[in-house]
Every structure is written in structure tokens, then in C-alpha cells.
């Protein structure tokens, strides 16, 4: 196929009349809500409550590096695959935030001939959805001080007040604000600060609620502080539970579109990985297995944090269970995982990548041990030598898992068919065998210490004794139940990002602790990472333009 940049590809494609990807998936017309030709809203009433009928398949990857990976464009080019070998396959995944699609990270629609489109639309503000989750976290925000500001009658101590409000851009100013100032009019001045929305509960709720009901329960019982008595306050009883869902109705029906080889695709929700739990929508999920025989899923950043939550978080609230795992691996990655500098990627260094395929050998281990069969797609550029291959592959098989080669960057669903037929030997044949890393049962610091050392090989973790004390305050209240969701650096096992490869030995350092009462976990964050991420020295902002003809240049 010819080359070209994502952009342009995905610009030069015939895509086809979103009814015609709707009968391909089995919806019918009358459930669709068109958001012009190639997209559109599914009515819940079509896809909620249905029987499931497919197998699930996880795409995740090695931690990441400068180098590229492919997650997203593997997700892609293995469901087209599937399509091709004759498998009813369809993907399920996550919505693109403006924070990266403007920073560095860029867009989320896939690269290449395995690319989602219609591309611009859904890396920008596709059918709205972001907008909607913003705006009712931010309702929330002006009710708790507009009610404090008319008598504050639940008595919510404003020095407790742990909801912050939300935009869906990367804003380090907004991190730490001072609020309400210039006079009496404007209300009682306080510390607040903003995070990006995919890490607001809101967007968790979203992601996480089965039907309507259960999303406007989940807001009702998030807790936006306390009183002075140390007693929580809550959305239900601040009133702002319906008025928030109203806002979300129309955003909680899935989202369907197309590959680039007119395979279906829901892409609905979107919380990063990192700092949050990086996956996509449950509704879009039980909707794809109620519609297809194999559905192929992703869990954001490296195995270690999204998938990890994903099956920790999502699988348990959803009871889904997964029949296999393909992580996502390049020999670029590898090398750099290995020492080598990104300026030096391109000579063949077999060393360097027997050095760094350690980090892909640990995931597998990792998720094995989650009683999941495990793939390697290992996506291959023109740099890579037969050599540097079969070094990983060597490596992969000796970590009891297989390597299949993948071009379906160059070569769309065709070049990853191995892949493809591969995942089928195990979906087929492989028992369920799904297992949680941890039970429920087992307290707060023990579930964080647990994730340390069996997912992040960490010696230990040091709990700040300020965070410490709201665990223990946590299981007081009855929350001691609920899973963890580790707010760290993705580009380590660790909490510290230049610690490539797969370092042991380390103590994660646990610096806060958040209640997400109404999505229904506890966040830790470790280390220095943040809920509201800053624009690199050089933003990609700086070249998305439009041209002469009101075209869009520079996205990526």
C-alpha cells in the first residue's frame, strides 16, 4: 500500500455509511442517532441488558517508550484480521482526550492502514461526550458552593471539600487554584484545583455504570467532602445526582464507528491508564459481546497499570472475563528499554534488545498469572533485523508465550492475521481461567502492597502517614472492600520513569490516597505523578493548523 501520514490516510479512505456499519454489527437502523455520515449514538434501550455471545480479548502493551509502540493500531489491525479470517470480531475502546491530541502523546484512533475514522472527528471533539462528563463534574463543583455560599445546611466543612472541578486539556496552572476571591459576592475564597477529565470520577462513573439507574446511583454516592465531624457529604444529598445525569443521558449511549476495512467499532469513555482506570466503557463492552463472537479490547499505558486495572477494577465490577491477552511490543521499544537512545534506534543491536526484553518477559509473566493466555504482537519496522527478531521471539517463547510478527500498520488486517489466528487457537481451546490478583477482603495498604511487589516487583511500599490514616479512615466507613487504582509513572515498573527495563528492589511511594466512592475504588497516587498532566516544552498545538481550504493539518 502506498505510504502517507495517519492523517492523510485516513483522509484518502471510502469509508461507508455509518447504517451499513450498524447492519454489519447486527444494530438496527432505528437505534441509530447519526452525528452526520460515519458516525453515531446507539440507543440504549438496543444494547443494554443483552445476552453476551462473545469472547473477550485484551490488547495491552510493554511500558512505554519514545520509540512507539502501537496499542491502539494493534487493537485494530487484529480485529480487522479477524474479520478476515471470518470471525463476526468487533473492537471496544477508548475516546481520545484533547490533553494529548494537543500535547505530545497525539491522538488515539490507531496509525496507519489500522486506523478508527472518521480520525479528526474522534481525536477532537467527536459526538461530545467529554463535553458532557466536564460540564457535569463542574455542575457539581458550582452546587457545593453555591451551597455553602446560601447557608451551607449540610454543614460541609470547606477546608474538607475534596472535589475538584475538571477540563479536558493539559493546564499545569490549573493543578492548584485559589477560588472565589474579589468580595463577599463571589463567595467563600478556598484552595481547589482542576484535573483533566478522563482522571475525574465522573468519567470513571461513566466508564463503569452498567444502565442509566446505576450511573445516577454511582454520582448520588460520590463524596464531595466532610464535616467537621469527619462525616461525608455526598452528591444524593447535595440534589445534584439528576441534574448530573441529565447532563449525561445522551453521552452514556455508545458510539459507533468504523476501521478503516469497515470493521465495527464502539469507542466511548476514555480515562487514561496512568491516572485512572484506562479503560472503556462497560456499556460499550457488553454491547460489543452481546453483538459479536470475539471482541477485541485495550487497557491503556503498559500491562502493569491498565491492564492490571482492567482486570482488577473493570473485569470484577463487570464480571467479564477475558480469554486471552495480546501485549504489544516493538524491537524500537525494546532497545530503548535495553539503554539504547532513541537518535541510535535505527543499527541492529541484538544485545541492547536481549537486555530490554526483560520488560515484555516480566508483563508476560504478570499477566499469565492471571490465568490468562498470553500473545506477543510484536510489531515490526523496516529498521528491525531478522536477528533483533528472533532474539524476542526466542526470549517470548522462553517465557512460555508466542511472537507473532505484525505489519498491519503498512499492510491493514492482512498483516496480522498470524496474530489473528493465533488468538483464536486460544479463545477456542483455552479454558477460563480468570482469577483477580487480590480479594476483596484484604485491606486497603495490603491491596497497594500486593500490586507492588507482584505486579511491579517493588521490595515494599511507604504509605505517607497523612495517607496511611485516610486507608484506615476508609475502612472505617465501610470502603475496605473496594479495589485499588495506582496512580504512577507509566513508563516504569516503577515509580521512578528513568528506571527502564524491569527494575526490582524499589519501594513505591505512596504520597496520597482518594476515595471513589460512587465509581466504586480507592486511587493511589505514587510518586510525583499528577491528576492534571503540563504541555511538553514543544506542544503539538504549536503545528495543528488549519490550510487555505479550512483543512486540518498537523494532527497526529
Not at 455560599?149 to 477546608?159: E, I, K, Q
Not at 455526598?234 to 441529565?246: F, Q, Y
Not at 495506582?486 to 528513568?498: E, G, I, L, R
Request: aromatic share 6%; with cysteine.
Amino acid at each position: 500500500m502506498s505510504q502517507g501520514s495517519d492523517l492523510e490516510i485516513a483522509r484518502a479512505a471510502t469509508l461507508r455509511p455509518i447504517g451499513e456499519i450498524a447492519e454489519r454489527a447486527g444494530v438496527p437502523d432505528e437505534a441509530l442517532s447519526p452525528f452526520g455520515k460515519y458516525k453515531a449514538k446507539v440507543a440504549l434501550e438496543a444494547v443494554v441488558n443483552r445476552p453476551a455471545r462473545g469472547k473477550l480479548v485484551l490488547v495491552t502493551g510493554i511500558n512505554p517508550t519514545p520509540a512507539g509502540e502501537g496499542k491502539t493500531t494493534t487493537t485494530v489491525g487484529l480485529t480487522d484480521a479477524l474479520r478476515r479470517i471470518g470471525v463476526r470480531a468487533m473492537a471496544a475502546l477508548r475516546e481520545p482526550s484533547l490533553g494529548p491530541c494537543f500535547g505530545t502523546k497525539g491522538g488515539a484512533t490507531g496509525g496507519g492502514y489500522a486506523q478508527v475514522v472518521p480520525m479528526e472527528d474522534i481525536n477532537l471533539h467527536f459526538t461530545g461526550d467529554f463535553h458532557a462528563i466536564t460540564s457535569a463534574n463542574n455542575l457539581l463543583a458550582a452546587m457545593i458552593d453555591n451551597h455553602i455560599y446560601w447557608g451551607n445546611a449540610l454543614g460541609l466543612d470547606s477546608r474538607r471539600i475534596s472535589w475538584r472541578r475538571s477540563i479536558d486539556m493539559n493546564d499545569r496552572a490549573l493543578r492548584h487554584i485559589t477560588q472565589s476571591l474579589g468580595g463577599m459576592a463571589n463567595g467563600f475564597p478556598r484552595e481547589d484545583g482542576f484535573d483533566i477529565t478522563v482522571a475525574s470520577e465522573v468519567m470513571a462513573v461513566f466508564c463503569l455504570a452498567n444502565d442509566l439507574a446505576d450511573l445516577q446511583a454511582r454520582l448520588g454516592r460520590m463524596i464531595v467532602g466532610q464535616r467537621r465531624d469527619g462525616s461525608s457529604v455526598t452528591t444524593a444529598e447535595l440534589k445534584a445526582d439528576g441534574a448530573m445525569a441529565v447532563l449525561l443521558r445522551d453521552a452514556l449511549a455508545p458510539n459507533l464507528v468504523q476501521t478503516l476495512e469497515g470493521t465495527p467499532v464502539f469507542i466511548h469513555g476514555g480515562p487514561f491508564a496512568n491516572i485512572a482506570h484506562g479503560c472503556n466503557s462497560v456499556i460499550a463492552t457488553r454491547a460489543a459481546l452481546s453483538l459479536a463472537d470475539v471482541v477485541v479490547t485495550e487497557a491503556g499505558f503498559g500491562c502493569d497499570l491498565g491492564a492490571e486495572k482492567f482486570l482488577d477494577i473493570k473485569c470484577r465490577q463487570a464480571g467479564l472475563s477475558p480469554s486471552a491477552g495480546v501485549i504489544v511490543a516493538t524491537v524500537r521499544a525494546l532497545k530503548m528499554h535495553g539503554g539504547v537512545a532513541k537518535a541510535d534506534l535505527g543499527r541492529e543491536d541484538v544485545p541492547a534488545v536481549r537486555r530490554g526484553v526483560v520488560n515484555l518477559t516480566r508483563h508476560i509473566e504478570n499477566l499469565s498469572g492471571f490465568g490468562i493466555p498470553v500473545l506477543v504482537g510484536l510489531n515490526r519496522f523496516t529498521t528491525d533485523t531478522d536477528a533483533e527478531i528472533e532474539a524476542v521471539k526466542q526470549a517470548v517463547a522462553e517465557a512460555g508465550a508466542e511472537a507473532h510478527l505484525c505489519t498491519h500498520w503498512s499492510d491493514g488486517g492482512a498483516g496480522a492475521e498470524s496474530l489473528a489466528r493465533a488468538v483464536m487457537a486460544r479463545v477456542e481451546t483455552a479454558p477460563a481461567a480468570f482469577t483477580p490478583l487480590y480479594p476483596e477482603g484484604m485491606g486497603l495498604a495490603e491491596k497497594i502492597r500486593t500490586i507492588a511487589t507482584r505486579i511491579y516487583r517493588a521490595a515494599d511500599i511507604a504509605i505517607a502517614p497523612a495517607a496511611a490514616k485516610r486507608l484506615e479512615g476508609f475502612e472505617k466507613a465501610g470502603f475496605g472492600h473496594l479495589p485499588i487504582c495506582v496512580a504512577k509513572t507509566q513508563y516504569s515498573f516503577s515509580a521512578d520513569p528513568t528506571l527502564l527495563g524491569a527494575p526490582t528492589g524499589h519501594v513505591l511511594p505512596v504520597r496520597e490516597v482518594r476515595l471513589s466512592a460512587g465509581a466504586g475504588f480507592v486511587v493511589a497516587l505514587a510518586g510525583d505523578v499528577m491528576t492534571m498532566p503540563g504541555l511538553p516544552k514543544v506542544p503539538a498545538a504549536e503545528t495543528i493548523r488549519l490550510d487555505a481550504a479550512g483543512n486540518i493539518e498537523g494532527l497526529f
